[in-house]
């Protein structure tokens, strides 16, 4: 009996060792302690054997179970831990990020612009004043000398909007008005810069957009003269489009403005091309800001940022920026 004992519990401690998995042990000790196991049938057997040999095997039967018991123990905390691990690893999610070459997306082409003009104003001294898009009808003609029944009102095709009079609240039809509230919560000197979008009644075709993009610029300060404003244009002009390029002036009108003028840019190759409006403030549009005429004088002047990322990025169509065609979006 002893040396079944011991066969048995030396072959279960070796299956228990070469188990690899928590499965595999729990098969063994089917074997050796279950309720057919080999040390379980031995325990059975005990009352076969003679009475003065029943004590011995007994004693070495429990020591044999004890040693089998701690030994499955120890393996199946080992298995279980390696088990973890692997159960870990394979559920382990990597969030590093890898560098890609897939574009994740940039800044629209009208964005780039608008920023890049912005960066050159900054650079010139001036600040980025802001308004809103649903104004007044007083911010956006009354104050800008645009009265009542001018003509110059026919020429914007005004989108009026349901709020408070009827004709007194609209969305922008140009940047202008930042002019006014920014003369009406500051005190002169003045040197801003206003992008924005703007609305008008156009109909979308290669050159126009019914939402569009401007950059008005403001100055007021002592002495300010119409060379002061050709100055600037020209230093935007070489800031922008680079050194080879010039500007010139062209008499013009604007309501707001007086004198008034276009300004054109002369590419190296020889061709103009007209970029926006310009002129002295109107003494008018002065007032309306609560700047005294007498004491101080401006410049203002204004143009399309989206015609400028038109030239820019060499863009024939006005429409297929707003297309959101991904393949035009790609290019830039």
């Known amino acids: 009996m002893l040396d079944l004992i011991a066969k048995h519990e030396s072959s279960s401690l070796a299956a228990i060792a070469e188990a690899a998995s928590v499965a595999d042990l729990d098969r063994v000790e089917s074997d050796a302690l279950g309720k057919s196991g080999s040390l379980i049938v031995l325990k059975r057997d005990l009352g076969s054997i003679p009475v003065e040999e029943r004590k011995t095997a007994g004693r070495a039967l429990n020591e044999a179970r004890q040693h089998v018991e701690v030994s499955l123990a120890q393996r199946r905390e080992e298995l279980a831990a390696v088990e973890r691990v692997a159960r870990l ?197 002065l007032r309306a800001g609560g700047v005294d005429p007498e004491e101080w004088s401006g410049f203002a002047f204004g143009f399309g940022i989206d015609r400028l990322a038109l030239l820019k990025f060499g863009v024939d169509d006005l429409r297929d920026m707003y297309s959101n065609d991904i393949r035009f979006l790609r290019q830039f």
């Not at 994740?104 to 009208?110: F, K, L, P, R, Y």
Request: glycine share 10%.
């Open 89 to 285: 690893q394979a559920e382990r999610l990597d969030l590093t990020e890898v560098p890609t070459t897939v574009s994740v997306g940039h800044a629209h082409i009208v964005t780039q612009a608008w920023e890049e003009l912005e960066d050159v104003f900054v650079g010139m001294g001036y600040h980025v004043a802001e308004g809103p898009d649903v104004e007044t009808d007083w911010h956006n003609f009354d104050a800008l000398n645009i009265p009542p029944g001018h003509p110059a009102r026919d020429g914007f095709d005004t989108i009026y909007v349901n709020h408070g009079e009827p004709g007194s609240t609209l969305l922008r039809t140009h940047t202008s008005p930042v002019q006014i509230r920014t003369m009406l919560t500051q005190e002169p000197p003045i040197y801003i810069v206003a992008p924005g979008r703007v609305f008008r009644r156009d109909t979308a075709d290669a050159t126009h957009m019914p939402v569009f993009h401007q950059l008005e610029g403001l100055v007021i300060d002592k002495g300010i003269s119409l060379a002061d404003l050709a100055g600037t244009i020209q230093a935007f002009t070489e800031r922008y489009f680079g050194s080879g390029f010039n500007s010139r002036l062209r008499p013009n009108y604007f309501p707001f403005t007086e004198p008034s003028a276009e300004f054109d840019v002369q590419s190296p190759d020889g061709s103009w091309l007209e970029l926006g409006g310009c002129g002295m403030v109107h003494p008018n549009v």
